[in-house]
């Protein structure tokens, strides 16, 4: 009689656990935020477990837990630091610094709304007094917390 994949997975739990190694490992490459792959590693233990201890379910996933979290709270931290420390590094915000952007709403240096990048984001001029119509495009001149302070695209930067 011929055995089927579930029969086959059930009889092999560590092929489960590496599946989903993989694909968490996949998942960080296209994040690159080192939290999967944190995640993958607890996997990969659970794996390893599985394979001496293929019905001890618990003990799988308490080896893949306790080493996704022991490796989150304590790797972690320190490879961002590294890699924050990198020549050229700059954070997603630093990057839209210079970016352009449609006003979505009218912009004054109280409120605003802009869209950079399909996102929306609150914004503020950079010239205080000013007054950017809704559809102008924009600069990104800084963020400011969760708020871009924004420009007339076309028009003349003046020091605020």
Do not use: C
């Not at 792959?37 to 001496?52: D, E, N």
């Not at 490879?79 to 420390?85: H, K």
């Not at 912009?107 to 996102?119: A, H, L, R």
């Amino acid at each position: 009689m011929p055995m089927n994949l579930t029969d086959w997975l059930g009889d092999n739990p560590w092929a489960l656990w590496l599946t989903l190694a993989v694909l968490l490992g996949i998942a960080e490459i296209l994040s690159l935020d080192l939290v999967l792959i944190m995640i993958a590693a607890g996997a990969l233990g659970g794996a390893l477990v599985a394979v001496f201890a293929p019905g001890l379910w618990w003990l799988q996933i308490a080896v893949a837990v306790g080493i996704s979290v022991g490796m989150l709270v304590a790797l972690r931290p320190t490879l961002m630091r590294r890699v924050q420390q990198m020549p050229g590094y700059r954070s997603s915000t630093d990057k839209m610094v210079g970016s352009a952007g449609v006003a979505t709403a009218e912009i004054t240096g109280d409120s605003g709304e802009i869209k950079v990048d399909g996102q929306i984001w609150t914004a503020r001029v950079h010239t205080p007094g000013t007054v950017i119509e809704k559809g102008t495009e924009v600069e990104v001149y800084e963020i400011d917390g969760a708020i871009a302070v924004v420009y007339p695209r076309y028009g003349e930067l003046s020091s605020p």
